[in-house]
């Protein structure tokens, strides 16, 4: 077959043959962890607690110790925020709670996508899905928090379903270690099972068999939280408001990431509902289209439509008054990032119109999302200045992000 001589070659071809390179990957981790910090720069500079970090987490673990590691919130296990604030109160002075907080949220942010640089995943475009965890639109609750952190960690999960057949015993113990951790944290260990079924039917080997095992006690564990501690949900016994649901869907996952706040702010509801709902339509459609990476396509979109149904039937957006672009952004932050994956791996993309369209479409919500790209500063309560009576095992009220949230610290009981 002949081949077209240098000068044919596009320019864009020759930058993503290059980033298929393993280096090119690691520059972009690089740069993401520099982004991250780019984007909510106080987290690190004047840290505080965010929200379930400190009544939560913080509250728990002065109360129980590590026997907080068993109890469930909002009707699961969150085992790795419990575990941060466990190891906090052992290594630091509660002023410095935040601090180590917020900076072990953000290296287990690094290490997921260190880990997706990793030679075991053999994956298309691995520099553009590490760095669309940081350059998609979205509000950045899930980062530097431990409260959110669990939207973070669940592409482990993801990780561990397209990963590679370990070849020693420490990738072996590594891959079952973090499993287990993120299993049981968080309730997306029940979401994504099927997939870790669908690979071990695939391949039926003793590592899958494990995997699956321990993904499907995980689950177990996870279930029986949810069916037995689980809140009643009161927006889950409305009718439902499909028109709404269509224009929250639409605006959070497909307009605001590729066209732009201001568009999805200003356009009509049912024209955000229609946008929407045609491009998932389309996207996933094309997506199993028969192609040598169908099958890996196929995975991302299993998991894009269990975790947007997933969430939308948590929260019931379609009982909102109108579909805003902040009011529980974490809820969409997985789909966002899975959608724009297929996305990503039509940059190559046969017929050429086809990548054409997803690179605009990329660059287009890349810069109508630079504007936003570093979040203000919220206001600083000085949590150093406060948390004196934490120390002392004094009741306080304390207050920490977001704004106007309260810490109602009810202190620690004095035995005599």
Excluded at 193 to 202: A, G, H
Excluded at 301 to 327: E, K, Q, S
Excluded at 356 to 382: I, N, S, W
């Amino acid at each position: 077959m002949p081949v077209a001589p240098p000068f044919l070659r596009t320019r864009w071809g020759a930058v993503v043959a290059g980033w298929r390179e393993p280096r090119r990957t690691w520059w972009a981790v690089a740069a993401a962890a520099v982004l991250l910090v780019v984007r909510k720069p106080w987290a690190l500079a004047t840290p505080q607690l965010w929200a379930e970090d400190g009544s939560i987490h913080l509250a728990d673990n002065d109360a129980w110790g590590a026997h907080a590691f068993f109890l469930p919130y909002r009707g699961y296990l969150h085992l790795l925020p419990r575990l941060i604030a466990w190891t906090a109160s052992r290594l630091a002075d509660v002023a410095h709670w935040p601090a180590f907080y917020n900076a072990a949220s953000y290296l287990v942010a690094v290490g997921l996508l260190a880990r997706l640089a990793s030679r075991r995943f053999d994956v298309p475009g691995k520099p553009w899905l590490v760095l669309s965890f940081v350059l998609a639109a979205h509000t950045g609750e899930v980062w530097f928090n431990i409260t959110n952190l669990h939207w973070v960690t669940s592409f482990f999960l993801l990780e561990q379903v397209l990963i590679a057949r370990p070849v020693s015993a420490a990738q072996r113990l590594g891959d079952l270690a973090i499993l287990a951790v993120v299993g049981l944290t968080g309730p997306f260990v029940v979401v994504f099972l099927p997939l870790f079924v669908w690979r071990w039917w695939r391949e039926r080997h003793a590592d899958n068999v494990t995997v699956l095992l321990t993904a499907a006690a995980c689950a177990a564990v996870q279930i029986y939280f949810i069916k037995t501690t689980g809140p009643h949900l009161e927006p889950q016994s409305h009718p439902l408001n499909l028109e709404m649901l269509l224009a929250v869907a639409g605006s959070r996952l497909v307009v605001w990431p590729l066209l732009g706040q201001r568009v999805a702010e200003t356009l009509p509801w049912p024209a955000l509902g229609a946008i929407g709902a045609a491009f998932v339509v389309l996207i996933l459609g094309w997506a199993l289209r028969p192609d040598p990476r169908r099958g890996l396509r196929a995975q991302i979109a299993v998991a894009f439509v269990a975790i947007a149904g997933a969430c939308l039937w948590r929260i019931r957006p379609d009982t909102w008054t109108y579909p805003d672009l902040v009011n529980g952004d974490s809820y969409f932050y997985i789909a966002r990032i899975l959608l724009l994956w297929l996305v990503i791996w039509e940059f190559d993309a046969r017929p050429r119109a086809i990548a054409f369209a997803a690179r605009t479409l990329c660059l287009l919500g890349l810069l109508l999302e630079l504007p936003h790209f570093t979040l203000p500063a919220p206001p600083d309560y000085r949590w150093a200045e406060h948390c004196d009576a934490i120390r002392r095992g004094e009741p306080a009220k304390i207050p920490i992000l977001p704004e106007g949230w309260i810490l109602d610290y009810p202190g620690r009981s004095k035995t005599p």
